[in-house]
C-alpha cells in the first residue's frame, strides 16, 4: 500500500497559481487511480480532480474545470494539481488520494484507500 505526502500549498492572491504535488512511497503507483479532494471549514469534503493509472484519461469537478489540471508522472510515483485563475472559493486543504479498485469510479471519496495528510490552499482577495 502507498503512502502519500503532499506539497507545495500556500498563500495567493486571486488570479494567482499553485502547483500541488503528492509523492508516494512505494513502488506500486501505477496501479491506483489518484485524486485530489478538498475541504473548506465548515464544509463537506469534495471531489477537485482525478486522473487514471496511466495519466490517459482525466476528471474535474465543475468548479475548477478549465482553471486546473491534474497530471501524473509514474516514474516519480507523483501525482501533480496546477492551478490557475485561483478564486477566494478555492481556499481549502487539499488532498491526494489513491484508489486502487479496478472498477470504481473517480467522484466518490469511498472508492480511495489511502490518503495524504493535505496541504494547506488559501486564496486571498
Known amino acids: 500500500q502507498v503512502q502519500l505526502v503532499e506539497s507545495g500549498g500556500g498563500l495567493v492572491q486571486a488570479g494567482g497559481s499553485l502547483r500541488l504535488s503528492c509523492a508516494a512511497s512505494?513502488?506500486?503507483?501505477?496501479?491506483?487511480?489518484m485524486g485530489w479532494f478538498r475541504q473548506a471549514p465548515g464544509k463537506e469534503r469534495e471531489f477537485v480532480a482525478g486522473?487514471?493509472?496511466?495519466?490517459?484519461?482525466?476528471y474535474y469537478a465543475d468548479s475548477v474545470k478549465g482553471r486546473f489540471t491534474i497530471s501524473r508522472d509514474n516514474a516519480k510515483s507523483t501525482v501533480y494539481l496546477q492551478m490557475n485563475s485561483l478564486k477566494v472559493e478555492d481556499t481549502a486543504a487539499y488532498h491526494c488520494?489513491?484508489?486502487?479498485?479496478?472498477?470504481?469510479?473517480?467522484?466518490?471519496?469511498?472508492?480511495?484507500?489511502?490518503w495524504g495528510q493535505g496541504t494547506q490552499v488559501t486564496v486571498s482577495s
Open positions: 488520494a489513491a484508489n486502487g479498485r479496478l472498477s470504481s469510479g473517480y467522484y466518490s471519496e469511498v472508492n480511495y484507500d489511502v
Open positions: 486522473i487514471s493509472r496511466s495519466g490517459g484519461s482525466t
Open positions: 512505494g513502488r506500486t503507483f501505477s496501479t491506483y487511480k
